[in-house]
């Protein structure tokens, strides 16, 4: 039965945490691993505010510490982590779906170094980080539960992990520890699971994984047409099942929402350079054309103003296009 139990979270998480920590013993005889997308540049009070809720132990994840029964550890801003066999680990591997830390590679390194024992959990957030990991759970004879979408703050986490067809239960928030409890009821063994020696002498993936050779993307996928929007680099594809995801030579991974929402930065970022191109060649043109009527040269000044009130134009409707894109984000947001 399960004892190693991972929880992958994002917009509106807090809560159903609190909630899911707060009616778990404190003896429970599993270790949790939480992710929830942080702000990189921010130090997390996630700990802070689960150790307040529950008796369990809470901590932030470190690195090489063992794993432990009753405890939670949890993933640090800007840092993926990682499971081992026995393990904790993190890493500063590149970005998957645009997050560090992400929960697919915690769930993949959870299902890979402990195949049935483990119990994947996916809750509310935007986009589809945590449907690949859970999918992978899965198929390595875990347990996956997701939060039911209806009562999400945000549904699109959950309905994306429903999709791949790999969840054994939806369940609202506060249903979730009851089934936790019925799940974990076999007391905490040290026994290392049957893959542990194999996994452990695999090489490492560049996020830090350590997996078998024919897991690499390079190997089993297939160059794509897409390059990476984080490093620009060739993307391969790589089809899991149901599942479309893209890896660059470097790490950076993505699934099909992920690399949309990253291209659509990429534009917004290509614009917004344009109207400052724009704002400052106009600058310089009405620059020039100032110089040209001081020294009497009215032809110049005309040509440089004509110039300089071009940019401006197309300067401002850029602008003003990617106004209107910002306040009808701000509205959706509000709704």
Known sequence: MPNIIVIGASAGGIEPLRLIVRALPADLQAALFIVMHLSPSSPSVLSSIL??????????????????????????????????????????????????????PLFRSAAR???????G?????????????????????????????????????????????????????AAIPSKIRELVREPWTDTEPARAKDILAEYPRPEGEKMREEFDERTNGKPSMFTCPDCSGTLWEVQEGELLRFRCRV???????????????DI??????????????????????????????RLSADRFSDIATGREDQAGLLRDMLMSKVRREQIVRRV
């Open 51 to 104: 150790d307040s809720a529950t008796g369990l132990q809470v901590d932030a994840a470190r690195d090489g510490e063992p794993i432990r029964p009753s405890r939670v550890y949890v993933a640090r801003p800007d840092l993926h982590l990682l499971i081992e066999p026995g393990t904790v680990r993190l890493t500063r591997g590149p970005r998957e779906n645009r997050h560090r830390p992400a929960i697919d």
């Open 113 to 119: 170094a402990y195949g049935p024992r483990v119990l």
């Open 121 to 173: 959990i996916v809750l509310t957030g935007m986009l589809d980080d945590g449907a690949q990991g859970l999918s992978i759970v899965k198929s390595e004879q875990g347990v996956t539960i997701v939060q039911n979408p209806e009562e999400a703050v945000f549904p699109s986490m959950p309905r994306s992990a429903i999709q791949t067809g790999d969840v054994d239960f939806v369940l609202e928030a």
């Open 251 to 265: 790490g950076h991974a993505f699934s099909p929402e992920s690399m949309r929402e990253g291209y659509a930065e």
């Open 268 to 297: 917004e970022g290509a614009l917004w350079t344009a109207v400052r191109i724009l704002e400052e060649s106009a600058s310089l043109e009405r620059r020039l054309a100032a110089e040209a009527e001081n020294r009497g040269d």
